[in-house]
């Protein structure tokens, strides 16, 4: 089955070109990060106009780089949820526009799953059941999947997404947009116990996290040594920094694996291409004798390829959606689309 997919939840303009949920013939992405960079974050109109812009010409490249002609295309799938608004639906527009035209099957995903999903590209003999941790600039959560299309969440973050934290603490250094490669790249440099941080608990929910105490700790350090006329060690901080994001996110998921059974364990989402975390991650995967899932670097930050790898379970499951279908700014990972009113 060849699956036409859209990505445009956020500020990244993708296209892509899937076959049976594993396998990517073309994966097509246009990053507005430079205009974003102005602003120090993405601005929605920004992302939207250029959404319309560029998925036409993106869609035609796609194709001929898969090798298909449009009349081979099976389904079309979209990111419908969640997202910004106004991005999510110039993505959805263009793909009932598509699936109308060609006269086949509108596949709506959760951009979530499709994050999940990107580990069944890299990882062509993954089947569920595992452990995942979604981790990206608007979303961190901790998702026991059952299955293809049954996923419950079992612990997330109560505040600030832990990329989200990246991109302010990179702002308030005056790193620049987005966060988390230039904080990568300093914190090399650093000595990660120079600076002690918060590391949140929330009581009584062993897996869930916070993140805003550590972004506000941040700002305060950078700010009082600004008032204060004295130089910081800007390489340590961003390596402490790191640290303590590793700090929250690894134990949590660790622990969760051996409660819930899993001895398979997938990280994706943006922020899963920090290399401290990557390397976290697999110290202790190999201490706990797990079997550790992390996608390469392509397939970490949004992209359409994730989305047709998820919409062929989809589309096993019997979620294709009407031409009345709608966009949707938040939605749990949790909730499938046959149960709702997405129209």
């Known amino acids: 089955m060849i699956i036409f997919a859209i990505e445009t939840s956020c500020d990244e303009t993708a296209v892509a070109v899937v076959r049976d949920g594993r396998e990517v013939l073309s994966s097509e992405l246009f990053s507005q990060a430079d205009m974003h960079a102005l602003y120090g974050g993405v601005v929605p109109e920004i992302a939207s106009r250029n959404h319309a812009a560029h998925i036409g010409r993106l869609s035609e490249l796609a194709l001929k780089n898969a090798g ?72 961190s959560l901790i998702a026991d999947v059952r299955g293809y299309t049954d996923i419950s969440i079992i612990g997330r973050s109560r505040d600030d997404a832990a990329g989200e934290c990246f991109d302010k603490t990179a702002r308030v250094l005056g790193l620049g947009y987005p966060g988390g490669p230039v904080l990568e790249k300093l914190a090399s440099d650093g000595d990660d116990s120079l600076f002690s941080l918060p590391r949140p608990v929330i009581e009584g929910f062993a897996y869930d996290m916070s993140f805003s105490g550590l972004k506000t700790a941040m700002v305060n350090i950078v700010h009082n040594a600004e008032q204060k006329g004295e130089k910081l060690d800007t390489a340590s901080l961003a390596a402490s920094f790191t640290r303590t994001i590793s700090d929250i996110l690894v134990p949590r998921v660790m622990a969760a694996a051996k409660e819930f059974g899993h001895d398979k364990i997938s990280v994706t989402g943006g922020v899963a291409a920090n290399s ?68």
């Open 276 to 343: 401290r975390i990557r390397a976290d991650f697999t110290k202790a995967a190999e201490k706990d004798g797990c079997t550790l899932l992390i996608p390469p670097l392509s397939l970490c930050g949004d992209n359409a390829a994730m989305i047709g790898s998820q919409a062929y379970y989809e589309h096993r499951s019997g979620a294709d959606a009407g031409f009345e279908l709608d966009a949707r700014a938040t939605m749990e990972v949790s909730e499938g689309f046959q149960a709702i009113d997405m129209y």
């Open 68 to 139: 298909i002609e449009k009349s081979e295309i099976d389904a079309v799938a979209v990111t419908c949820a969640p997202g910004l608004i106004g991005a999510l639906l110039v993505g959805v527009n263009f793909a009932k526009g598509l699936a109308m035209a060609l006269n086949v099957p509108l596949i709506p995903v959760h951009h979530l799953r499709g994050h999940i999903a990107a580990n069944y590209i890299a990882y062509p003999d993954l089947e569920p059941p595992f452990l995942s941790l979604v981790i990206s600039g608007g979303n």
